[in-house]
C-alpha cells in the first residue's frame, strides 16, 4: 500500500517494487523489498540513497523534521495517535538474515577488518589524492567482504573499503563498505563492478563517518557532507579541522550536532538530492543557532577538484569561502 501511494509510477517485479526515484519517476533503479527480514528497506542504485518507509516517506512528500514525517505517516495509516516507531534501519543487503541487531553485525563486520595502510583500499584512495587515509582510525580494510546482489540473490565477496559510523561518543553504530575490483584493472583500483559497490549497515541517523573528530571535546567548528571521498579531499587540505561524512543526503540532513558548536560547513554535493541535504541541515542548524555555511567544489566535487586541480588550487578556493579565522586556524 505504501509504495502504490507513494510511488505510484512503479510496479512489483517478484519480491520487490521497482521505480525511478524517490521523487515517483518512471524506471527501475530505486527498488523496496516487500517480504521478508528486509520489508520496508529501499535502495536507489543510482543515487545511493537508502533507507526504510519513513525515509521514503520524507523523501516521497518533500518533508525534512521527523514530526512532519510520523504526521504524513499517521495520516496516511489513519492512526488515532503516534504509535511507537521502531528503527527499521540496518542491513541493506549484507546477507543471509541474522538474529543479531544490525547494529552488533555491524561491529562484528569492523572487528574482522584490517588496518588500511598498505592494501588495496589505501591504494584506491590514492588514486583519488587521498594520500592519507590511513592516519584515520574510522578507515579500514576487509579482503573477502561478502557481496549480495538485491535483485537476482547472486551473492560473490569482494574486497572492501570499511568505514565505521559513530555516534557523539564514538560508540560504531554502523558500517558502510565501498567494494573494490580486484586491483589487476590496468586503470588502477576501483570500485567493483556491481549494481550499488556502496552499501551501509546500521543505525546511521544522525551519525557519521568521522574524521579528526574528537568524542570528549566540544567541536566549535566542524564540516559535514555525504560522501566519505568528498570529505577525505577536504581533509587532506584541511587536516585540523572536524569533518564528517554522513553518506547520504537524507542523514546528511539529520545529522545530529556536537556540544558547542557554532559554525558548521556543509560540503555541497550538485544532484537534487544533494540540494536536499544541505538545505535541510542548514535549516536545523540555524534552529539550533549554528551558523551553516556551504563549501562549493569549482568541478563536479571535491575530489574532483583535489585530482585534477591539485591541493594548492583547492587549498586557494577554500581559503576564499572559510571564515578569516578559520582561515587562521585550518588553512595555515
Same mark, same amino acid.
Given at each position: ?19 525511478? &526515484? ?11 523489498? +516487500? ?44 492512526? !488515532?495517535? %503516534?504509535?511507537?516507531?521502531? &528503527? ?78 559513530? &555516534? ?22 576501483? /570500485?567493483? /563492478? ?19 573528530? !574528537? ?31 554522513? +553518506? ?9 550536532? %556536537? ?33 551553516? +555555511? ?16 591539485? !591541493? ?5 578556493? +577554500?581559503?576564499?569561502?572559510?571564515? %578569516? ?5 585550518f588553512l595555515p
Amino acid at each position: 500500500m505504501v509504495c502504490r501511494h507513494y510511488l505510484s509510477a512503479g510496479r512489483r517485479a517478484g519480491n520487490y517494487w521497482l521505480v525511478g &526515484d524517490v521523487a515517483n519517476s518512471r524506471g527501475r533503479s530505486l527498488y523496496v523489498h +516487500l517480504i521478508g527480514p528486509r520489508a520496508g528497506r529501499w535502495t536507489d542504485a543510482a543515487t545511493g540513497q537508502f533507507g526504510d518507509l519513513l525515509d521514503l516517506v520524507r523523501e516521497a512528500c518533500g518533508l525534512v523534521d521527523f514530526r512532519d514525517v510520523a504526521e504524513e505517516a499517521r495520516h496516511f495509516l489513519s492512526l !488515532p495517535q %503516534p504509535e511507537p516507531v521502531s &528503527d527499521l534501519r540496518g542491513d541493506v543487503g549484507d546477507g543471509p538474515p541474522a538474529e543479531r541487531p544490525a547494529t552488533e553485525r555491524a561491529r562484528r563486520l569492523f572487528r574482522m577488518t584490517q588496518p588500511l595502510a598498505g592494501t588495496l583500499a589505501d591504494i584506491y584512495l590514492r588514486e583519488r589524492g587521498i594520500l592519507r587515509a590511513s592516519a584515520h582510525g574510522a578507515l579500514r580494510f576487509h579482503l573477502s567482504c561478502y557481496y549480495r546482489d538485491l535483485v537476482t540473490g547472486r551473492t560473490a565477496s569482494h574486497p572492501a573499503l570499511v568505514a565505521a559510523v559513530t &555516534d557523539a561518543a564514538g560508540a560504531i553504530t554502523g558500517v558502510h563498505r565501498t567494494y573494490l575490483s580486484s586491483g589487476l584493472d590496468p586503470d588502477g583500483v576501483g /570500485k567493483a /563492478k556491481v549494481d550499488d559497490p556502496r552499501r551501509a549497515l546500521g543505525g546511521l541517523l544522525g551519525n557519521g563517518v568521522r574524521f579528526r573528530y !574528537p568524542v570528549t571535546d566540544p567541536v566549535p567548528v566542524l564540516a559535514a557532507g555525504e560522501g566519505i571521498e568528498t570529505m577525505l579531499s577536504l581533509s587532506h587540505v584541511m587536516p585540523g579541522m572536524p569533518m564528517v561524512a554522513a +553518506l547520504t543526503a537524507n542523514h546528511l540532513a539529520g545529522f545530529h550536532f %556536537p556540544p558547542g558548536c557554532r559554525r558548521i560547513y556543509i560540503a555541497a554535493d550538485a544532484d537534487a538530492a544533494g540540494r536536499h541535504g544541505i538545505e535541510g541541515l542548514s535549516r536545523r542548524a540555524q534552529a539550533h543557532g549554528i551558523l551553516p +555555511l556551504v563549501l562549493s567544489p569549482e568541478l563536479g566535487d571535491f575530489n574532483d577538484d583535489l585530482r585534477r586541480l591539485g !591541493p594548492d588550487r583547492l587549498t586557494a578556493s +577554500l581559503r576564499a569561502q572559510l571564515t %578569516p579565522e578559520d582561515v587562521v586556524a585550518f588553512l595555515p
